[in-house]
């Protein structure tokens, strides 16, 4: 793979190349429509780590997303700099470009999560493999069909609604592939043939069986190396978002962590110490009067310390990256931190991804999420096979869906697998808290007015 390629600034739906506006990048336009776009915006009532949190301090999704998007640019164009002296890509490309590239991707890595966080796509996956209403579909979908909803995930999810559901009329946001390469974080279908290597890039899946033309297109504008059928190499710059994000929430979700109490300060101050590898950082947090201020300062130069590291590791993997033959995590790698990281999100997942009310609210987020799709599908699918004579129950259920998630006319689309990728599109856009609403009206618990 080469850079210049990497970096098209070519638009997908685009009948036509762009004019470059020499005081904005393509990169910094996709930014502009990624965070203007509805879907971003949805992201400050969607679970981080804490669901339904009742403290403003907690991050949200969006806070989430847009902190990861400053490490990515913090990445980037550290990693550019270096990049663009090497290969020789000035005047063409400069050192912010890469930055703004990973950032906008970060901005976006987010948007395809379903209510309740990561439980939510398992809720969608368990009610797609065993409720009685989606037993029917089942039937009638390809193998590749079905595998998008056994599996279903968010980062697919993510790519369907920045090139297709946002703008729908356009289609899409139209950001460039460049971007859209570097979002795609597991350049794969749903199902790949037997016997496949698996690699950080085919843990999961990041496009539907809808989008698959839609991916081809950005893998083949960027210059992508096919791995087989449906699977091709990561992006180079996709290893930073990743990376970014695993910064995030390592550092800053333990931060969290300790703001709610779940951790003591001894204990974050040692592990924030134990990655930055500075005893003068212990010092001066103690000049700071405030411990959760102490804690936000030891935890910033910790987030510094762990992009010095994640970029000078791509910077040495990135001759294996470029010829398709890296496909590991930057900060599973022999880093100076790794240690410390590791010790973090081992001690993440014991604690403060594990609190009785964060388990209680998750779990609910099964019946909500199972719920919803149950209610709605079934009369979607009622009126879709039965036109008139479907039950009126279905059709009042209908009026309360909104007209992209149908089909013509306000009518379900006939294709079963068009039908159930609208309905899914319908439930994981939600909100937590408007799932949790909706959900008490729909099945009388909670009335408009009482």
């Not at 056994?150 to 971007?179: H, K, S």
């Not at 590791?313 to 410390?340: I, T, V, W, Y």
């Not at 609210?361 to 019946?367: F, L, Q, R, V």
Request: charged share 25%; net charge neutral; hydrophobic share 40%.
């Amino acid at each position: 793979m080469n850079w210049p390629q990497l970096l098209s600034p070519d638009r997908l739906g685009a009948s036509r190349p762009s004019e470059r506006d020499p005081l904005r990048s393509p990169y910094i336009v996709d930014a502009d429509r990624i965070v203007f776009s509805s879907a971003f915006r949805r992201l400050q009532d969607k679970t981080q780590v804490f669901p339904l949190a009742d403290n403003d301090y907690v991050r949200t999704r969006l806070t989430h997303s847009l902190e990861v998007a400053s490490v990515a640019r913090s990445l980037g164009t550290r990693v550019g700099a270096v990049l663009v002296e090497r290969h020789g890509l000035a005047p063409d490309f400069h050192a912010s470009d890469f930055g703004a590239i990973v950032s906008a991707a970060a901005l976006a890595h987010d948007l395809g999560n379903p209510p309740f966080g990561h439980s939510g796509e398992d809720a969608i996956r368990h009610w797609f493999k065993t409720s009685s209403v989606a037993r029917k579909t089942r039937t009638e979908l390809t193998a590749d069909q079905r595998a998008d909803f056994d599996e279903f995930e968010g980062n697919a999810q993510g790519f369907r609604i920045v090139t297709r559901l946002q703008m729908p009329d356009n289609p899409g946001l139209r950001l460039t592939c460049a971007t859209l390469g570097a979002f795609t974080k597991y350049p794969r279908a749903s199902r790949l043939p037997a016997g496949a290597k698996g690699g950080i890039s085919a843990k999961k899946f990041g496009f539907f069986t809808a989008e698959r033309a839609a991916f081809a297109t950005v893998a083949d504008c960027t210059g992508l190396i096919p791995r087989g059928r449906n699977r091709w190499c990561r992006h180079p710059l996709a290893f930073l978002v990743e990376a970014a994000d695993d910064i995030c929430y390592r550092l800053v979700d333990f931060e969290d962590g300790f703001r709610l109490q779940f951790l003591g300060y001894d204990e974050v101050r040692t592990a924030f110490l134990a990655v930055t590898g500075d005893a003068k950082d212990a010092a001066r947090a103690d000049k700071i009067s405030d411990p959760k201020d102490q804690i936000a300062f030891l935890r910033a130069q910790a987030i510094g310390v762990s992009i010095q590291q994640a970029a000078d590791a791509f910077l040495q993997h990135e001759p294996a990256m470029l010829a398709g033959k890296c496909d590991e995590e930057l900060l599973n790698r022999p880093l100076p931190s790794s240690g410390a990281l590791h010790d973090i999100k081992t001690r993440s997942k014991a604690t403060i991804y594990a609190t009785p009310r964060g388990v209680e609210i998750e779990a609910a987020g099964y019946e909500v999420l199972g719920g919803l799709l149950d209610v709605f599908y079934a009369a979607a699918d009622d009126v879709a096979r039965h036109g008139p004579r479907a039950a009126r129950r279905s059709e009042k259920l209908l009026a309360l869906v909104p007209a992209q998630f149908l089909g013509e006319g306000n009518r379900p689309v006939a294709q079963p697998y068009e039908r159930l990728l609208r309905l899914t599109d319908f439930v994981s856009g939600m909100t937590d808290s408007y799932a949790v609403t909706l959900y008490k009206k729909v099945r009388g618990i909670s009335l408009p007015g009482a």
